[in-house]
C-alpha cells in the first residue's frame, strides 16, 4: 500500500520561514510534488522533485532525499496569503499516466 | 486560456438518484483524472485516463464509472448515489504526468 505523513498543523509568524515535511512509504517511487490549496479552492501545483536535492521556486523550495524516503517544502519570507493547506504527493508509477497519491495535508496558518 | 472546467459546482442528490459530473480541458493534456476530497482529508484518485479511449480504476472506484470519447472531456458518473458519496470532487489533466492542473471542483452532498 501507499503511506504518506504530514503533519497536520503548522503555525508561522508573517516573514518567518517554515519547513513542512512528508514522509512516505510506497510501492514505487518516481517523484514527489507539493500542492497548495486554500480554503474552498483547488489544487494548485508548487514543485516536483523526481532526484535528491533541493528545487528553488521563488520563495519556495522544495527538498527530497529518496534515501530516507523524506522531502520537505521550505517557504520563506512569508506572507498571509500563504495561510492554506499543503499537500505532498507522491508519483508511485511510472506508467503514462504518472498517478499520484496525497498525504492529508498541512494546514498552515500565518499569523501577524 | 480557461484550464479545466468542472460543472456544476454544487450539487444535491437524494440517496438512489444518479447524475454525471462534466469535466473539460482546453490545454489539450492526454492525462485525466478524477478525485475525490472528503473534509480535512487528502484527495483519493477514483478513475484515471491516459488518452481518448483508454480509463483504468484507481483508489477508489466503486459506485463510478467514467468515460473518454474526446482528449478534452471526462466526465465522472455516480449510479445509486449514497450518503458515502458527499464530497468534493476534483477533475485534473497532465501533460506529462508530473504536476496536475485542477478543475474548481464540485460540492456534491447525498441526503
Known amino acids: 500500500g501507499q503511506s504518506l505523513e504530514q503533519p497536520s498543523e503548522v503555525t508561522a509568524v508573517e516573514g518567518a520561514i517554515v519547513q513542512i515535511n512528508c514522509t512516505y512509504q510506497?510501492?514505487?517511487?518516481?517523484?514527489l510534488s507539493w500542492y497548495q490549496q486554500h480554503d474552498g479552492g483547488a489544487p494548485t501545483f508548487l514543485s516536483y522533485?523526481?532526484?535528491?536535492g533541493l528545487e528553488e521556486t521563488g520563495r519556495f523550495s522544495s527538498f527530497l532525499s529518496r534515501s530516507d524516503s523524506y522531502g520537505y517544502l521550505l517557504l520563506q519570507e512569508l506572507q498571509m496569503k500563504d495561510s492554506a493547506s499543503y499537500f505532498c504527493?507522491?508519483?508511485?508509477?511510472?506508467?503514462?499516466?504518472?498517478?499520484?497519491?496525497f498525504g492529508d495535508g498541512t494546514t498552515l496558518t500565518v499569523k501577524p | 486560456n480557461a484550464g479545466v472546467t468542472q460543472t456544476p459546482k454544487f450539487r444535491i442528490l437524494k440517496i438512489g438518484q444518479s447524475m454525471t459530473l462534466q469535466c473539460t480541458q482546453d490545454?489539450?493534456?492526454?492525462?485525466m483524472y478524477w478525485y475525490r476530497q472528503d473534509p480535512g482529508m487528502g484527495l483519493k484518485l477514483i478513475y484515471y485516463?491516459?488518452?481518448?479511449?483508454?480509463?483504468d480504476k484507481g483508489e477508489v472506484p466503486n459506485g463510478y464509472n467514467v468515460s473518454r470519447s474526446t482528449t478534452e472531456d471526462f466526465p465522472l458518473r455516480l449510479e445509486l448515489a449514497a450518503p458515502s458519496q458527499t464530497s468534493v470532487y476534483f477533475c485534473?489533466?497532465?501533460?506529462?504526468?508530473?504536476?496536475?492542473?485542477f478543475g474548481s471542483g464540485t460540492r456534491l452532498t447525498v441526503v
Open positions: 522533485n523526481g532526484l535528491d
Open positions: 490545454m489539450n493534456h492526454n492525462y
Open positions: 485534473a489533466s497532465s501533460s506529462d504526468g508530473y504536476g496536475y492542473t
Open positions: 510506497t510501492s514505487g517511487f518516481y517523484g
Open positions: 504527493a507522491v508519483r508511485s508509477d511510472n506508467t503514462n499516466a504518472g498517478k499520484s497519491t
Open positions: 485516463s491516459v488518452g481518448a479511449g483508454i480509463t
